[in-house]
């Protein structure tokens, strides 16, 4: 490799990374993709739950990487200070997917398009105290050709209705629906009893069989699970396979790169990285692009000095790592009794595989006087609420070794007490839960720098994390959470309740290196390219500046091919000057 100059390097392979190899190897560029995880296809995908839940086996020990997680905490006298913890001390992993595809291989695929009012979130409602919330430098409808070509290309299966925020669409889905369970059609007359209107949630999963790929076959594993029969529409199965396919894609897995070299100029001139043996490699190309997910882009971006950039590259103004983003929001549940239904709604309720496929968009936008938020005039960027079951068994079955004592304390239950509880939990109700997503607004105390203590297996300084948040994200996810829980009570759900925290989705991460038209406030322009250097771009999600309220992976794929399109077009260029 070393005597090979690329037409472009990309580090990491999702969702941000997968779009630009496959739109450049499809135009002929010789493209290399560096994957620090190994090249897993849907043979090594299995639905096993104690290798996911337990032993979280896509990811890299922490013995060997981790990251430093800094909270907020008050001494005796109440003054607030940051301590960070090590995640191999925690446990608290930060991965969500070290393999070719990322973590667009584990995720649930809820494709719901931004709105364009989260394109102008500042414009829409003003500043909020203690948050950076900036408009975006690109519209709805820059952005609305490329959703409608995720669809295509990654294969998004879902029916466009009637709702009072539904976005602008240039078409419909290009798959119909999802199989989905009985309880679908309960949601939906609940909620048009109480003035709700449902929303099918469009999936990243193919319901018929298409581009190579087999249809959903409906196991029930799909949120942390890798698709053994390649229906989802994660990077790898969806366009790194058709990219290497060209002939002028190499994908490189357990490639770990370490630091982006530049000359005296600022240009990048390679890309270091350790290979499978823990060898030092460099690779050189035209155009570089780094696609490492929200963390560990920073990272590698503030690892990689150089004469021009003593604190890091494209780092002059002090932005890289600033701003980071999570998904604010919250959980809920409530329980429906077998002892209280009809022997038909049981048998309904105990269909297994299919998805629910039911969300409330409703209050995307806030617009009520009760609500007093950050600007209190009751106006505020509301959110999503998706409705799903825990169908898998050992997730079902989490929490029932515990109990409660004589005394009311928790006890932890063996034998006999321990069969009954797990046989109840399995036999005598099952549990319908939401998912709340609201903006997590940026601020300056969430963000990312280097622990220059802590270093992983190699030696590298790892990424310290401050998760810092604003108080309007919980007041955003209660009002949510309330207006879910009263569907619950509609639907005749019992012991129903919910939880906002201002804890973050791992899973969910954004923001990091914000796009812009300042570069004083931003670290790349509004193509994602760096504003001081040329060659280097970014294209996961750390480009969002805020992250709306649905998750992310959609819109990263949809802004990746979009970037990839102006990537190709000033390649094409050069070739003719050539």
């Known amino acids: 490799m070393k005597n090979i100059t690329y037409d472009i390097c990309i580090v990491g392979s999702g969702a941000g990374a997968s779009p630009v190899a496959y739109t450049m190897a499809k135009a002929g560029a010789k493209v290399l993709v560096l994957e620090k995880g190994p090249w897993l296809t849907e043979k090594e995908f299995f639905k096993d739950e104690l290798a996911i839940s337990i032993h979280d086996a896509y990811n890299p020990k922490l013995s060997d990487e981790q990251h430093v997680i800094e909270e907020e905490y008050e001494d005796a006298e109440g003054n607030a200070f940051w301590q960070g913890e090590k995640t191999s001390d925690s446990g608290w992993t930060w991965w969500n997917g070290t393999v070719v595809g990322g973590s667009s291989n584990f995720m ?48 998004v299966s ?140 920073s990272r590698l971006l503030l690892a990689s000095t150089g004469e021009k950039f003593p604190y890091g590259l494209a780092n002059n103004n002090g932005q890289v790592g600033k701003n980071l983003l999570f998904s604010a929001g919250g959980t809920g549940s409530g329980d429906f009794i077998y002892e209280q239904l009809s022997a038909q709604q049981v048998k309904e309720l105990k269909v297994v595989g299919p998805f629910v496929n039911r969300a409330l968009q409703d209050w995307y936008q806030i617009d009520d006087k009760a609500f007093v938020g950050a600007n209190m005039n009751g106006q505020a960027k509301g959110g999503t609420i998706d409705f799903l079951f825990h169908q898998n068994p050992i997730a079902r079955a989490s929490g029932t070794q515990w109990g409660i004592d004589n005394e009311g304390e928790d006890k932890l239950l063996w034998g006999e007490e321990l069969k009954q509880s797990i046989k109840q939990e399995f036999t005598t109700y099952k549990t ?147």
């Open 432 to 578: 319908l839960r939401f998912e709340v997503f609201n903006d997590w607004l940026p601020t300056d105390d969430c963000f990312v720098a280097l622990d220059n203590k802590v270093t992983d297996k190699w030696g590298d300084p790892v990424a310290k994390v401050r998760i810092g948040y604003h108080e309007h994200d919980l007041e955003v996810g209660e009002y949510l959470s309330l207006k879910a829980e009263k569907l619950l009570v509609a639907l005749g759900a019992k012991n129903i309740s919910s939880s906002v925290s201002s804890y973050p989705a791992t899973n969910l991460m954004a923001g990091g290196c914000r796009f812009g038209d300042d570069p004083k406030t931003s670290v790349l322009n509004k193509n994602c390219q760096a504003h001081e250097v040329d060659n280097l771009y970014v294209t996961d999600g750390s480009f969002m500046p805020t992250g709306g309220s649905v998750p992310y992976t959609f819109t990263i794929y949809a802004n990746a091919f979009r970037v990839a399109e102006h990537i190709k077009y000033h390649w094409q260029q050069a070739q003719k000057q050539a």
């Open 108 to 155: 649930s695929g809820y494709f719901h398009r931004l709105k364009p009012i989260d394109f102008r979130l500042k414009s829409e409602f003003g500043a909020i105290k203690g948050a950076n919330v900036v408009d975006w430098p690109i519209s709805y409808d820059e952005l609305e050709p490329y959703y409608a070509m995720v669809e295509r290309e990654v294969g």
């Open 158 to 297: 879902g029916r466009v209705v009637e709702h009072p925020h539904q976005e602008p669409r240039s078409t419909d889905f290009p798959y119909p629906p999802i199989a989905e369970v009985p309880m679908s059609s309960w949601i939906d007359k609940a909620a048009d009893k109480i003035g709700y209107h449902t929303v099918p949630v469009p999936r990243a999963v193919l319901s018929q069989p298409a581009m190579g790929r087999h249809s959903c076959e409906y196991s029930g594993y799909c949120s942390s699970y890798g698709c053994s029969s390649g229906a989802k529409g994660g990077g790898r199965a969806a366009l790194l396979n058709h990219a290497v396919a060209t002939g002028n894609c190499t994908i490189k897995p357990n490639a770990k790169v370490y630091k982006i070299v530049t000359d005296d100029k600022g240009k990048i001139t390679g890309v270091q990285y350790y290979d499978a043996q823990g060898r030092q490699q460099s690779v050189r190309a035209k155009t570089y692009v780094v696609a490492c997910q929200a963390v560990e882009t």
